[in-house]
């Protein structure tokens, strides 16, 4: 199953993007102003190589629920100003 998304939403979700394409073997389209510029294809392994691997497929949203109530953008700037 082929997922297109825009330039746009490719730079803000790319972790999100990447695992479904390693993790759920999806194929995802890039698209700049309506154009399909790039796409991204899962790079098919020998059994070898995966096996002994564990599957991370179950475990997508794990720990939204942790995030739900937090202000996400207050969180990072008292991260930051720890380290500053």
Known sequence: MTESVSAVEARQRLGEILNLVA?????????????????????????????GRLDF???????????????????IRQERDQWA
């Open 57 to 75: 497929r179950k475990a997508a949203g794990l720990g939204k629920e942790i995030w739900k109530d937090v202000d996400v953008d207050a969180y």
């Open 23 to 51: 993790l759920l073997r999806k194929e995802v389209v890039i698209e700049r102003a309506g154009k399909k510029i790039a796409r991204l294809s899962p790079i098919d392994e020998s059994p070898s190589r995966s096996r």
